[in-house]
């Protein structure tokens, strides 16, 4: 058994704390930052081939081409999708 002063346990536990929040924000950021490739970005919006081509001809959403691949930032779609968020009827 260890004894603490009162005064210590509360810096341990305040330390704890910000910890905990530093890891959640770091996955929090990681998430957001993920990159995502076309396929799934079409699966996340459920929208067609064709709809997604238009998307990206209209510029909706960001987007990276390489080569032939084209990715985009799990944060621009979360993005959009609170954009076109239609609330329910009250």
């Known amino acids: 058994m260890v ?11 305040d330390e704890l704390q910000e910890l905990k929040r ?3 924000q770091k996955s929090d950021d990681e998430v957001n930052g993920q990159w995502i490739d076309s396929v799934e970005a079409r699966k996340i919006l459920g929208v067609s081939q064709r709809t997604w081509q238009t998307y990206r001809d209209e ?5 990276v081409q390489i080569g032939r691949k084209i990715y985009v930032k799990r944060e621009d779609l979360d993005s ?3 954009t076109h968020y239609i609330s329910a009827r009250q």
């Open 3 to 13: 004894v603490l002063p009162e005064s210590a346990w509360a810096r341990i536990t």
């Open 22 to 24: 530093m890891l959640q």
């Open 59 to 63: 510029r909706r959403i960001p987007f």
């Open 80 to 82: 959009y999708m609170r």
